[in-house]
Structures are given as C-alpha cells and as structure tokens.
C-alpha cells in the first residue's frame, strides 16, 4: 500500500458498507479515515490496514460536494492524489462529494480476472450466511458456551431489547447473575450496539470474571491496574489509558486509591458499567463511602448500567434504595417516598397470584383493578377469556412495582437444584494425635493470618497426614466417580498432589491461580474425561469462575472461615443445572480448631445441606467471638462457650430465613422470569443448535484455506492451520484448536471451542471472505440446457450505512439480492436456481468473449445495466419493508413506554427520549440504503 495523505479516498475491505471514508490524520503508524456516509470514524494501523484505495477511471460517473455530476475522461495522480477530468473541467479528489464504489466487481469481469465457480457459490452462500445470522432473533444468544437456563435467558433478553438498560441483578446464589450480565454484554456486542464495556469488580473476582467471558463468550477483556496504567503512558504520557482499550476490568479497590485514575476512567466515555458485587458499596442517608461515590459518578457518564448485587431483603431497605439512586436518580431521591411505594405492592402481588392461580378475586381486590382499568376491562374476567387473564397479569406486571429495573429469581421458585447430602467425618488418629492436632493449629493459624491478603510462600507436608489417608480410602471407595477437592491455597494443592504421588493407582488433576489459562483448560479437561483424573485438586482462588457440574462429590480438605466463601465453594457443584445430588465430604480432627469451625458451620447455620444466605451479615455478628473460641488451645476448654455460640447462631439464622421470607416481592418475582417467553427463545436456539449450516459452510472455507479438519467425534474436531492459513486465521493456533458445534460436548470439555454463528472463528471466516475479492467475478460454462447465449448471475447487496450502535439490522440487514439475466437483458432468476447452477457450472474462458467488441462494449454493460434496474427495484421493496418493520416495533414500543410512564415512574424519560430519536434516525438510514453489485458469474450456454 502507498503513502497515505490528507483526502484521499478509501473504501474498508471489512466494512464496505461504511462507503468511501476519506483520510483526515496520518500520524505515528496511524491513519484515521472518516466515512461521512455512515458517520463513522475509524481508527488503522497503517502496516495492517484493511484499506483499498478508491479510484475511478474513464467512463465513470463522479459527483462533487454540490452533487453535480461529471463523466470522467481522464485520470492523472498529482501529488499522491488523483484528479479527474471530464466534461470540459476537472475534479481534484478532495473536492469529491458523496461516490459510489460498485464499479470494482464488473472491472474485474472486463479485466478478465475470474475465479472459479465454486469460489462464487461459496461467496454467494457466505452473503446469504451473513444475512441470516445478522436477522436471527437470538443472534448473540447463541455463542454463549452456557446451559440454557430459562430465567436467564428471560432477564437477558428483555434487558438487551432496551434503550440504554440500566438494572439491578439481584438472583439467589448459584440462579447465575454474572452468566446473565454476560449474557446481556455479549448480545449487546455482537449486535454492535454497545462497543466500549468497563467492568467494576472487588479485587479477588477480578480473575474469575476474566475468565468467565473469555471462556464462555469469547470476550476478550484487559485487565487494568497501576502496572498496565503506567506502562500505557509512558507510549503517550498525555493519553488516557483507559482510552487504549474497548473491553476493560478492573478493581473497585485499584480507583478508590487513586484519583487521578477515577478521573480518567470517568472520561473514557463507556457504553456500558458493569458492577459486581455492589452491595458492598456502603452508603446511608448520612454517610457514602468513597467507593460507592465513584460508582455513583461512572454510572452518571455511562450509557448503560449492569448492578449484580445480593438479595433486596439481604441487603436492607435503605441498602437496596441506595443501589436504585445508581440506576436513576431522578426517579429514586427521595426515600422516605420509596418506602410508602414499597407497601402500596403487597396488593397487586396477592391480585397477580391469585389471577395466575385461578382463584376468586374479593371485592375490594375487583375493585383497585377497575381503578387501575376500566370496568368494561375487569368485566371480561368474568367469560373466564385465558387470553384476557393473561393479558392483565401482564399489564399488571408492567406497570407496577419496580420490575423494570430490577430483577430477582429464588431458588423457592425455580426447579433444577440438587440436594445437598453433608457427610461428617471425624477423624481420630491412633497414634500421635495431639501431634496433628498441634500441626492442624498451625496450619489453621496460618490460614486465619493471611485470608484477606496474599499468602507468603509455605510448605506443607501432607504426606502421613491423617486426611490424606481418609482422601485415598475415600477415592478407592469412589472408584468410578469424580472428586472436586477445595481447599485454601496453592501450597497445599502441591503438597497434595506430592503426597498422592505414593498411590500410582489413583490420578489426580491440580487446579490453582499459577497455571496459565491453557494449563488450566487442560487439566480440567482431564478430570472431565471418563478416562481422566479421578481427583480434582482446587485451590480457593484458582477454582473462581469454574463449575464442575459433572461432578457430585466434592471433599473440603480444610475449612474457609467466611460463611460466603463455604457457599462459593459449595457454589462449584450446587448450581442450577446440576443433574444429581451432590454429596459434601468434610474430614476433620477431632480437637482440632477445623472440629469447631465444622459444628459451628452444621449446626448452627446448616450450611452443609442449605443454601446459605445472607453470609455477609452472619460474619460481622459471630466472626469475632468464632475466632476466639478457634484460637483457644484445647476444643473441651471452650466447649460451652462453643454451644452458646452455636445456639445464638442458629436462633439468627432460623430469624434471618423468616425475615428473608417475608420480605419477598411476589410480584417482583413474577414479572424476573415469564416462561413462555424464555421457552421460545430456548427452541429457536436450539434450532440453531442443530442445524447442520455452519459445519457445513465452515468446512468449506476450512478447505478453501488449507485447515485441515481432523475428525474426533461427532461434530467435534481438530483444525491444524497451514502457514498461509495461520496468517488468515490467528485464532487458530500451530499446534491446533479443538472444536465442538456440539453445545453439550462444549459444556463437558474446557478445552474444546464451541462454534456457533456468534464465534469469532465464524465471524471471521464471513470478514475474510466478504473483505476480499474471493468470488466477486467468476466465468462459467453449463451444457445441455437447450440454445446457446449467454448469462449473467448477480449478487447485490443492500447496505444501510448507519452507526452500528442503532443495530439497523433488526429491521433492514445488508441484505443479498440475487439476480440472473439472460443476453437480452431479461430476467431469468427463478429458471436458474442456485442449486441448479451449482450442481452444473463448471469453470469456463472468458478470453475469447473479451475479444469481442460488440460483448464488451454493448451486450455485457447491457445485461449489468438490466440487473441493476431489477436489483434497485427489489431494494426499494425492501427498504419499504424495513421502514415498516421499524414503524411498527418502535411506534408501539414508544407508545407502550409513554403509556406505562403514567403509572409507573420507574420508565425514564430519557428511556421514551432515546427511542424517538432512534426511530427517527433508522427511518433516515433506511430511506438512504442503496444497493451495491457485489459479485458476477458470467455464465456460457452450450
């Protein structure tokens, strides 16, 4: 590629539709291109820039900045730029206006530069691909490497469906907020209409979300700390680091300690503020904490705002207000009226139960709802109408109570989980016991020490340890099953496994934060296999983000002090999703300060068999007087205290689950999970799931780039790159990638990708293809369909060139419009199919029909100029369609909003405000698509 300069003309090879961009910076191996059409600006690295320079030749028809018009007749490059000349005067490319770019594809016919046939099918096959992924109602939900769990697909489509979502997740442990969130980030991606996405998490999640959207969306985020921040500067020391980068995560801790970073990363201009754990932000009527304060300020500036959060009734009235300021605090400032809201609620919940039920309605009940209504409305209850009585409980639901910003799903109302069995086992060593027990001490000690900070290095010896004698009696009894072990640290997973290495007849796999993220993917896949490790060895923080669901048996080799981190680690089996009981294996010394941390854990908070909430608040109550009693040198000197402390426990737990029931929203529940809805998004992914169309279209590009699939099971393989095509397809690596378009494979396998339409490696395949000339002229011969002439297949396309953010393509995506016309000029499309073609074209010479003059002078520009007409006709039919569908969903959706606004304050304004100026925006878009020719087969009759 040449020098680039000021004004000259581009087209991008990856995003045509974008029109011609004109270059307005060239700077430091950089050049920014602006493309007025579109109304885009885009940003290349000089050396890898998809950019193909944008000149015109004789014949030709230009414009300049007035619109007039002007047939070229000659072209001369002058000073890097090109002028042309024509109709007595001359047009210097910086003076040129808006230009078409569809003059390439049939100067590659006349140039006599074809591919084969076969390379055009398979270009006209990636357009149509394209198309219908781009329309596909669950497009961007179908990439996720995820079960498909209803309720969670619920809350991520509607929130995903809104104008610039701004809601509060606030699921029970283990119904999986953070999958949702992810779920709702990857399809607003994917679909373009957010691009810049900041992650808030507390510093020990930091690793887990990294790898939960790596891992399970593809979604590759960098982290941020000091470190990175100052390493970015020193390349542009006035820059904004958090600028450098689309897709960030990093610590609430790294910008409360540090203004300057706050400040940056509040002008960074995100599309999206993602916050987990946001119950922690501490803020009262009288204090804010400088955390929530910096929340408070990014979720000003950000479009979209994502809050994971406990239960509302975990965290308190005030608590939970004080996390809705976040998401409006317009709607949310005052909360003494939250609080009189609140209660006006509990009537509407008992009404929507009981119409879902089929119950009997009192009087007083009929009568809030004619108030609500109208009494002709109320009245149709009566023909006992299932559609009306569902009709009402959704309205109902829509215009009451704060489900539009917040959702909560319980376990109470939700099937799938598993029962927990908890076994005991106390363990008394025959000899040396007072031995271990002072060992066990010191090892409690030591954890106790460092469980809020890093561990220091330290060596354990585990090898006559009387657990590990237990754990491999244990695993001999357990021979067919898997074993997810837990416990605190790395050391102690190494000292494990150094200690199981005396029993070769048993296999065991490590887990811990020092492997890299390709170790650890293979070692799980290993315990995974039917053949693999039977023994899976975690440490506490190289277990984050990782379910073991396959597994039913999980020992916890020492006990976590924290009541939230036993639920965490429990959490890695005792999931939605788990097809079977799961058995809880606690060894433990007797005399031991683990003996007092396991009774105090069984049979105070019954957090073996139960789910456990409200964690946090049971720690700062009893983690004091716990720890105390642990500490003492001997479990009989403290062991009344233990049973006070015991019972007092079990008193507030038995208070906290009655105070947690009473304090559900009924109606809040209702309005997080609507079956019916979550029911067809599950069957028209699964349909997706099972059709066989991206195996069979990616086998083909695999083969047309030298990818060798090698074939392991069922729609499972390994690809191995030729170099040429290590180069076309990065992703892939030299020792080769595993893939599955199997989702259930995928699930059971860390290691193997799961290839979808939303994969990048399927992104990528459609970019490279459509991004080339690959296929956009072909010249082919077909015998035996009657007299000889000529045809001519075209493929255009219709492109709207509108910010991607809008996501136009709800409503018109670039859209393939294939016609073929005969040497008459007339249209021949539906005798000519394209399996018709395909099964009897073969490749064919174009040399000698160049030779003709008449062919290239009159008949070919004839029988293009003849599909042109058709393909722009077709395309104003389509835009017609488009503005309609766009009328349609966006009229009733602003009308739905405007009218729910009357009685529900939680629809912001500036919610109705967005979807005008989006409807009026698209409606400008589609009236502006045009049609560009984007491949041509010129087809030989004989």
């Known amino acids: 590629m040449g020098e680039f300069s000021l004004n000259q003309r581009y087209t991008s090879s990856g995003e045509p539709e974008l029109g011609v961009g004109i270059v307005t910076e060239v700077s430091k191996g950089k050049v920014r291109i602006s493309f007025p059409v579109s109304e885009e600006v885009r940003m290349y690295?000089?050396?890898?820039?998809?950019?193909?320079?944008?000149?015109?030749?004789?014949?030709?028809?230009?414009?300049?900045?007035?619109?007039?018009?002007?047939?070229?007749?000659?072209?001369?490059l002058e000073d890097e730029l090109y002028v042309y000349y024509g109709d007595g005067r001359e047009l210097g490319e910086e003076e040129l206006g808006d230009v078409s770019t569809s003059h390439t594809v049939d100067d590659r016919l006349f140039a006599g530069d074809v591919d084969t046939p076969e390379l055009f099918a398979l270009r006209r096959e990636t357009l149509d691909h394209n198309y219908q992924r781009r329309i596909s109602p669950v497009?961007?939900?179908?990439?996720?490497?995820?079960?498909?769990?209803?309720?969670?697909?619920?809350?991520?489509?509607?929130?995903?469906?809104r104008f610039a979502p701004r809601v509060l997740l606030s699921d029970q442990v283990g119904l999986g907020k953070t999958i949702e969130a992810c779920l709702i980030l990857h399809r607003l991606l994917v679909t373009g209409r957010i691009s810049r996405v900041l992650i808030l998490v507390p510093e020990s999640l930091i690793h887990q979300w990294f790898v939960e959207v790596l891992r399970r969306f593809n979604?590759?985020?960098?982290?941020?700390?000091?470190?990175?921040c100052r390493s970015l500067e020193k390349g542009a020391p006035e820059g904004n680091p958090f600028l450098d980068d689309q897709l960030v995560i990093c610590s609430i801790e790294f910008l409360a300690g540090s203004q300057k970073r706050t400040r940056q990363a509040i002008s960074a201009n995100w599309d999206m503020l993602v916050v987990d754990e946001a119950h922690h932000l501490e803020w009262s009527v009288d204090e804010v904490s400088p955390e929530y304060s910096i929340v408070e300020l990014l979720s000003q500036v950000a479009k979209g705002l994502l809050l994971l959060t406990a239960t509302?009734?975990?965290?308190?009235?005030?608590?939970?207000?004080?996390?809705?300021?976040?998401?409006?605090?317009?709607?949310?400032?005052?909360?003494?009226?939250?609080?009189?809201?609140?209660?006006?609620?509990?009537?509407?919940?008992?009404?929507?139960?009981?119409?879902?039920?089929?119950k009997a309605l009192k009087v007083k009940e009929i009568s809030l709802l004619e108030d609500i209504f109208s009494k002709e409305r109320i009245a149709l209850l009566a023909n006992k109408d299932e559609l009306t009585r569902h009709n009402l409980i959704e309205d109902l639901l829509d215009q009451h109570g704060p489900g539009r910003v917040l959702f909560r799903n319980t376990r109470l109302a939700m099937s799938g989980f598993p029962k927990r069995i908890a076994q005991l086992i106390p363990i008394k060593e025959q000899e040396n016991h007072s031995l271990w027990i002072e060992r066990l001490r010191k090892e409690f000690s030591y954890d106790m020490e460092h469980s809020s900070e890093p561990k220091p290095e330290q060596e354990f010896w585990f090898d006559e340890d009387p657990r590990v004698k237990w754990l491999v009696g244990k695993m001999e009894e357990l021979q067919d099953a898997k074993i997810l072990l837990i416990c605190s640290s790395k050391e102690k997973v190494l000292a494990l496994e150094s200690a199981l290495g005396d029993y070769p007849e048993f296999t065991a796999s490590v887990f811990h934060e020092?492997?890299?993220?390709?170790?650890?993917?293979?070692?799980?896949?290993?315990?995974?296999?039917?053949?693999?490790?039977?023994?899976?060895?975690?440490?506490?923080?190289?277990?984050e983000g990782r379910n073991f669901q396959f597994a039913h048996h999980l020992i916890l080799f020492d006990m976590p002090f924290h009541p939230e981190l036993l639920e965490q680690r429990i959490g890695r089996l005792d999931r939605i999703g788990q097809k079977e009981d799961i058995t809880i294996h606690i060894p433990y010394l007797l005399g031991s300060p683990q003996e007092l941390l396991v009774k105090w854990f069984h049979e105070g908070l019954d957090a073996f068999n139960t789910n456990l909430e409200g964690g946090n608040i049971i720690s700062k109550l009893f983690s004091k007087r716990l720890l105390a009693i642990s500490e003492l040198e001997s479990v009989e000197a403290v062991k009344s205290e233990l049973e006070v402390l015991i019972s007092e426990t079990a008193e507030y737990q038995k208070e906290l689950k009655r105070n947690l029931a009473e304090g559900r929203d009924k109606l809040l529940e209702m309005n997080s999970f609507?079956?019916?809805?979550?029911?067809?998004?599950?069957?028209?992914?699964?349909?997706?799931?099972?059709?066989?169309?991206?195996?069979?279209?990616?086998?083909?590009?695999?083969?047309?780039?030298?990818?060798?699939?090698?074939?392991?099971?069922?729609?499972?393989?390994?690809?191995?790159?030729?170099?040429?095509?290590?180069?076309?397809?990065?992703?892939?690596?030299?020792?080769?990638?595993?893939?599955?378009?199997?989702?259930?494979?995928?699930?059971?396998?860390?290691?193997?990708?799961?290839?979808?339409?939303?994969?990048p490696m399927a992104n990528g395949a459609i970019d490279k293809m459509l991004s080339s000339t690959l296929g956009t002229a072909s010249c082919g011969l077909i015998r035996g369909t009657g007299s000889p002439g000529l045809l001519l297949e075209l493929i255009f396309v219709l492109e709207t060139a509108g910010k991607q953010s809008i996501d136009i393509d709800r409503f018109l995506a670039d859209t393939p419009l294939r016609i073929v016309v005969d040497h008459t000029g007339k249209e021949v499309t539906e005798s000519y199919t394209i399996a018709m073609l395909n099964k009897n074209v073969v490749p064919g010479r174009i040399d000698p029909l160049?030779?003709?003059?008449?062919?290239?002078?009159?008949?070919?520009?004839?029988?293009?100029?003849?599909?042109?007409?058709?393909?722009?006709q077709l395309g104003e039919k389509e835009i017609n369609r488009g503005l309609d569908r766009m009328k349609r969903t966006l009229d009733h959706e602003i009308n739905r909003l405007t009218a729910l606004q009357k009685k529900n304050k939680d629809i912001r304004a500036s919610e109705i405000q967005t979807a005008l100026e989006e409807r009026n925006t698209l409606s400008a878009l589609i009236n502006k698509a045009r049609v560009r020719l984007d491949a041509v087969q010129l087809i030989r009759k004989e």
């Open 45 to 76: 690295s000089i050396e890898s820039a998809p950019l193909l320079r944008t000149v015109f030749k004789p014949g030709h028809t230009i414009v300049d900045q007035q619109g007039q018009a002007m047939l070229i007749e000659e072209v001369k």
């Open 139 to 161: 497009h961007g939900f179908v990439g996720g490497k995820i079960d498909l769990i209803p309720h969670q697909l619920y809350i991520a489509h509607e929130v995903s469906s």
């Open 219 to 228: 979604l590759w985020f960098n982290i941020f700390d000091e470190e990175r």
């Open 312 to 358: 509302p009734e975990q965290l308190g009235v005030e608590s939970h207000f004080a996390r809705l300021r976040l998401l409006d605090p317009n709607r949310y400032n005052n909360y003494d009226d939250f609080i009189n809201e609140s209660d006006g609620t509990k009537d509407i919940a008992v009404i929507v139960e009981k119409l879902s039920t089929g």
């Open 514 to 543: 020092d492997l890299t993220l390709v170790q650890r993917d293979r070692n799980a896949a290993w315990f995974a296999e039917s053949e693999g490790a039977q023994l899976l060895i975690c440490s506490e923080i190289g277990s």
């Open 674 to 759: 609507r079956p019916k809805v979550a029911e067809k998004l599950i069957e028209q992914i699964q349909a997706e799931d099972n059709d066989p169309a991206l195996e069979t279209y990616l086998t083909k590009v695999f083969r047309y780039f030298d990818i060798e699939m090698e074939d392991l099971a069922s729609r499972t393989y390994l690809l191995h790159p030729a170099s040429y095509s290590a180069e076309v397809f990065p992703s892939i690596p030299k020792e080769g990638v595993q893939v599955t378009f199997d989702r259930k494979r995928a699930l059971s396998r860390e290691d193997v990708s799961f290839l979808t339409w939303d994969h």
């Open 850 to 872: 160049l030779e003709n003059d008449v062919f290239v002078d009159t008949l070919l520009p004839n029988m293009i100029s003849s599909a042109t007409k058709i393909a722009e």
